[in-house]
């Protein structure tokens, strides 16, 4: 199985601050690395997939970017509702695997 | 508007059965791969599941395979989920997911549905 390193597993922002979560996988997924928002009580929702490419709908604060090993998401100016976990899933062979999650949090 | 709903969860003792069901519209089921993912009480997500659009490629993950068997019905718009010999670590939120094209993301999820494996 390919495993699946996020770093930090928390961290503490202000509203404005540049964030970046790393996601690093045992071995080369290519571009196969997708990432999804989740708030408390709520289903995940997709932000980005392909590594780097916007799901529509999803603010242009976030981006992505990497390529086989090691992936990272970024959200250049934190507002109050990114507020959340954060996952990243490589899909590039099954079982499909979940990074442990970020937790973004308010400083 | 994609809607998928799911249905089925519940109490149910170790070694006991549930089946899950996802009703999905506002999209053309037919053409999307499915997914089942779950999530324990406060821990993270994790994939069990995947049935392509035409019922032809099924995987499981290893935690629930000769377990748990998932299906398709196209012609009602359903996704199923028969779970058997359930343990107390199956205890989790349950979502039905579609599959986006390609890269096998999940573009679509359901609310969830809780199921509690417990005597």
């Known amino acids: 199985d390919i495993q699946m390193t996020q770093s930090p597993s928390s961290l503490s922002a202000s509203v404005g601050d540049r964030v970046t979560i790393t996601c690093r996988t045992s071995?080369?997924?290519?571009?196969?690395l997708t990432w999804y928002q989740q708030k408390p009580g709520k289903a995940p929702n997709l932000l980005i997939y392909?590594?780097?490419s916007l799901q529509s709908g999803v603010p242009s604060r976030f981006s992505g970017n990497g390529f086989g090993t090691d992936f990272t998401l970024t959200i250049s100016s934190l507002q109050p509702e990114d507020f959340a976990t954060y996952y990243c899933?490589?899909?590039?062979?099954?079982?499909?695997?979940f990074g442990q999650g970020t937790k973004v949090e308010i400083k | 508007e994609v809607q998928l709903v799911e249905s089925g969860g519940g109490l149910v003792q170790p070694g006991g059965s549930l089946r899950l069901s996802c009703a999905a519209s506002?999209?053309?089921?037919?053409?999307?791969?499915m997914n089942w993912v779950r999530q324990a009480p406060g821990k993270g997500l994790e994939w069990i599941s995947y049935?392509?659009?035409?019922?032809?490629?099924?995987y499981y993950a290893d935690s629930v395979k000769g377990r748990f068997t998932i299906s398709r019905d196209n012609a009602k718009n359903s996704l199923s989920l028969q779970m058997n010999s359930l343990r107390a670590e199956d205890t989790a939120v349950y979502y039905c997911?579609?599959?986006?094209?390609?890269?096998?993301?999940?573009?679509?999820w359901g609310q969830g549905t809780l199921v509690t494996v417990s005597s």
């Open positions: 997911a579609r599959g986006g094209s390609g890269y096998h993301y999940v573009d679509y």
């Open positions: 506002g999209f053309t089921f037919s053409s999307y791969n």
């Open positions: 049935i392509s659009s035409s019922s032809n490629i099924i």
């Open positions: 071995q080369d997924i290519t571009n196969y």
């Open positions: 392909a590594a780097s």
């Open positions: 899933q490589q899909s590039y062979s099954t079982p499909w695997t």
